[in-house]
């Protein structure tokens, strides 16, 4: 009774778990890798057909008249303008416009929505949802869900469902079957590959699960673990709470606190909506005047980082997945930011990170130091404040 | 209309021309690359011969693309994707097999298995190896000074070399002056006592050699393939996506983003000279072209003895080039398959998809002796009847690579020697094939049924398709009397030659092959150097 919840691909995913490496997330665990070394798990995601276990993603079924204005006083996307089928990619703040969580929203139909997050949001959204006719309900343990992302993953979903996924569109959802099993299949994912999630009742998850297998063998595809993943989101400047950033509702000191424009998610603040939404006035005067912070992505110069391990006669040591700790960046000597995940990126062949700048260091092209640890000591290699996402595959959107 | 008129002609667009152009259009100077065939790539190239099935026709691994390479040409952002091969497996021939996997504890258990002595000094030798490999790796990137010359850069270069040299310990010196006579056989003799795992270390000594295991000079042979694991994370053996192509493709793509114009099924009949310079090509279809400068990449004997009147060069630049040995001694074979051939050493259960050693390398080289012998065959100008064979399943790396379903086979066999005796025919190149076949049946019996198109490559073809003279995958071999400053020979090792304003930027120059792009990268830049 103490043991941690598994998921229902547990009895799969377990058996494929060379390495015994398990992973905690959200009260379950989960695979973090499935092999002894990262890569092939890695380029799954960008080369062939990745199948993740997600099912840990706490999921929110609301529903009700009210459904939609739940979600539009709490998001800060027009909700109203979201079509049945649609899914989009939101945060949400406290009152003063800071981030509580972000994950995404899908219209189901008319009155019911789906709500992905990363933490629990029951006490929040209830709070805001006083007078309204709705229901929200976590369906986080009924639901399983199995990411499935990479250039390949079209054509195996193409063999196994009842209606082609060809017609459906980024950021679009669709009802359909596998096996005469209702599933429902998104456009979406955490790695910036071509990618889809797929959603079902627990009880189907192993018949879904050894369907994609079969026909994806010829596809190359291969579970993946979430360290695997973890590489690929940071490649597409994608950020993870308690890692980029922390919840407004868990900060323990206002610095801490993030609000959207922050972290670079501008286009996800629907300020033209009409209405009232949590944060409302914060962001409108965050707009106005302008953010003192932005997370942006950072690429180490190879070369100079070359230099300070030379020095010691060492070639660049580099961990072989992604970092989530804190690394100072500075300008001069100056501290002006912090690097909050990094990784080697295999496809790029470059050292990345997400980095939080302050003004004016975040803007594109400016040139700012990280630290890194060359032989137990301190050094501060070269690094660019580039434009995310760091790779977009042209056939993301496709 | 193009006009005809260029700052730097690349004659062939194998990777180190397509490198050494793009280095040039970089710098702001308008190149064309003039390609024989109707595509580039020379031997990194991938087709299509049977529908579906995608061959990486002569070279199939990277190890040893020089990684200023990839980040100046930004080659990942033009498609380069190198996908990882991780492990290598010897079926031995009593049934069992030795394997070397991605992960360092697996590994050694797999070696104490055969010997607890070797799964020791295995992590050694991978650090004396390591450590010699990184102390002469300043060398690849150096042009190789004159040492019989007085001239400021020589000597500037002999004292590089002379820094280098006084840099290493008295130890690395040992090692290096060590590996660089030793045969590769009395090298790991030193170290192991398991037959298949030193089989399995001598083959990456004899590889795009006439040589064999117990040949001296083949442990620096061996120490060259080393070279690749000593960048950081840019990490050790690779497939590239869709192949050696794959490679091309993207320096192609680097190069045409950098303004270079490519023209293929454009053949060089000659270099023109005029007052002592060359100043533009002739084509074969009479065509002139002009440039202030010709850079060549194809092989030495080509770039020099083909190309070029011989009343341009002095007489003993030209006996020294016919000297250069570039005896072809490996050839190609490549397979598509209807499923995976199935390995008695460790069987897969369905389909193999998930078969761990067809992920990797499998390499046969049961012994030393088992090499030994391949070579013994070839002295005598007869084809191995038992060759060694390095193999890899291109479409259990990337499913791209065959039809949904199947596969191909990537094999590369040694030795198939140039010098035939009785010369390469339908007959021969049939003998070799089967040569193949049987070896790879002992192992996996079923690999006869499994072939549905097969295409053999004898040193004879790779001259013919990839126009390298006498086949020679490095363009020539990589013995002590044809590396560094020897290479392709004494005094014009520096990419420069003895016809002004024509230059040679290829495997036949320093420092070598393997699909490093480094000669076609220093060429570019020693001609930048001269203010073209």
Not at chain 1, 45 to 63: C, E, F, Q
Not at chain 1, 130 to 149: P, R, Y
Not at chain 2, 398 to 412: E, N, R
Request: a neutral charge; aromatic letters at 10%.
């Amino acid at each position: 009774m103490f043991n941690l919840k598994t998921t229902p691909f547990h009895e799969r995913t377990s058996a494929l778990c060379q390495p015994q490496n398990w992973r905690k997330w959200a009260g379950y665990f989960v695979v973090g890798s499935y092999e002894h070394v990262l890569d092939r798990e890695y380029w799954a995601i960008r080369n062939a057909a990745a199948l993740i276990d997600v099912s840990p993603l706490i999921k929110y079924i609301i529903k009700g008249k009210d459904a939609a204005n739940l979600l539009h006083r709490v998001t800060t996307r027009d909700i109203h303008k979201m079509k049945v089928g649609q899914v989009a990619y939101t945060g949400w703040c406290d009152e003063e416009g800071k981030m509580i969580d972000d994950g995404t929203v899908s219209r189901l139909d008319e009155t019911t929505f789906r709500l992905t997050a990363a933490e629990p949001n029951l006490r929040w959204l209830s709070m805001n949802a006083v007078g309204m006719e709705v229901e929200i309900t976590e369906v986080t343990d009924e639901v399983a869900a199995l990411s499935f992302q990479g250039p390949n993953t079209r054509k195996v979903l193409n063999k196994v469902t009842e209606s082609p996924v060809d017609e459906l569109k980024y950021f679009r959802l669709m009802k359909n079957k596998i096996k005469g099993i209702e599933v429902t299949i998104s456009r979406t994912g955490y790695t910036g590959d071509l990618g889809y999630e797929i959603w079902m009742d627990n009880k189907d998850a192993l018949k879904i699960w050894d369907t994609l297998m079969e026909a994806g063998a010829d596809y190359g595809i291969t579970p993946v673990g979430i360290l695997a993943m973890d590489m690929a989101r940071v490649e597409a400047g994608l950020f993870m709470l308690d890692v980029d950033y922390t919840s407004a509702t868990h900060a323990w000191i206002e610095p801490q606190k993030s609000s959207p424009f922050e972290l670079g998610l501008d286009w996800t603040v629907a300020l033209d909506k009409q209405g009232y939404f949590v944060g409302r006035r914060a962001l409108e005067k965050e707009k106005r005047e302008g953010s003192v912070w932005k997370m942006v992505g950072l690429e180490v110069d190879w070369v100079g980082m070359e230099k300070l391990f030379k020095q010691v006669g060492l070639p660049p040591q580099i961990p072989g997945m992604a970092v989530r700790g804190s690394l100072p960046i500075l300008s001069g000597n100056v501290q002006v930011g912090y690097a909050s995940t990094s990784t080697w990126s295999p496809l790029l062949k470059k050292y990345i990170a997400l980095a939080h700048l302050q003004k004016p260091y975040f803007e594109v092209g400016t040139d700012v130091r990280m630290e890194i640890t060359v032989e137990h000591h301190r050094q501060h290699a070269p690094a660019k404040v580039v434009k995310l996402p760091f790779y977009e595959p042209e056939w993301k959107k496709k | 209309m193009t006009s005809n008129q260029y700052d730097a002609i690349i004659i062939g667009g194998g990777h180190n021309g397509l490198v050494a152009a793009a280095y040039l259009a970089r710098a702001g100077k308008k190149v064309v690359v003039l390609e024989r065939r109707h595509i580039v790539g020379g031997a990194a190239v991938t087709e299509e011969i049977f529908p579906g099935f995608k061959f990486t026709e002569f070279s199939y691994v990277v190890s040893l693309l020089r990684p200023e390479i990839i980040r100046d040409l930004e080659l990942p952002k033009h498609g380069l994707k190198i996908l990882p091969l991780p492990s290598t497996f010897t079926p031995m021939e009593n049934g069992d097999y030795l394997a070397a996997w991605d992960d360092h504890d697996l590994t050694r258990r797999e070696l104490y298995r055969h010997s607890p002595k070797d799964a020791e000094a295995y992590d050694e030798y991978a650090r004396v190896m390591a450590r010699a490999a990184k102390a002469i790796k300043p060398i690849i990137n150096l042009i190789p000074p004159d040492p019989s010359s007085l001239s400021i850069r020589d000597m500037l270069g002999l004292l590089k070399v002379g820094q280098f040299a006084t840099s290493l310990s008295e130890k690395e010196l040992y090692t290096i002056a060590k590996l660089a006579t030793q045969s590769s056989a009395d090298l790991l003799e030193e170290w192991f006592e398991t037959d298949a795992l030193k089989g399995t270390k001598a083959a990456s000594g004899i590889i795009g050699t006439f040589l064999g295991p117990r040949s001296p000079g083949t442990a620096y042979v061996l120490l060259h393939h080393y070279m690749g694991e000593i960048d950081g994370a840019f990490r050790a053996w690779g497939f590239a996506k869709n192949g050696s192509g794959g490679v091309s493709g993207s320096i192609l793509n680097a190069a045409q983003a950098l303004g270079v114009e490519i023209r293929v099924n454009c053949s060089v009949n000659q270099v023109k000279v005029k007052n002592g310079s060359a100043v533009g090509v002739i084509l074969e279809n009479g065509d002139e072209i002009q440039s202030k400068v010709v850079m060549s990449a194809a092989d030495p004997k080509r770039t020099f003895l083909q190309f070029v009147e011989q009343k341009y060069l002095p007489d003993d630049f030209v006996t020294s080039i016919q000297n250069f040995r570039t005896r072809g001694s490996s050839g190609k074979v490549n397979i598509a398959l209807s499923e995976l051939p199935n390995f008695t050493a460790l069987p897969f259960e369905g389909k193999g998809h998930d078969s761990v050693l067809h992920r990797g390398a499998v390499s046969i080289s049961p012994s030393i002796d088992y090499i030994e012998r391949a070579y013994d065959d070839a002295k005598y100008g007869q084809i191995s009847k038992r060759p060694y064979l390095d193999m890899i399943f291109p479409s259990i790396i990337d499913p791209d690579m065959a039809p949904p379903g199947q596969h191909v086979l990537s094999c590369f066999v040694q030795y198939a020697p140039y010098d035939i005796e009785g010369g390469w025919d339908d007959a021969k190149r049939d003998q070799l094939g089967e040569a193949v076949i049987s070896t790879i049946e002992q192992y996996a019996p079923n690999i006869r049924k499994c072939i549905v198109g097969m295409q053999v490559i004898s040193p004879k073809d790779i001259e013919r398709i990839a126009g390298i003279t006498g086949g020679n995958i490095f363009h020539g071999e990589l013995l002590l009397h044809q590396i560094f400053f020897l290479r392709p020979t004494p005094q014009w090792a520096d990419f420069r030659t003895p016809l002004k304003g024509y230059y040679f930027g290829a495997a036949g120059a320093h420092p070598g092959g393997g699909v490093m792009g480094a000669a076609g990268m220093l060429a570019a830049k020693e001609i930048l150097k001269d203010g073209v």
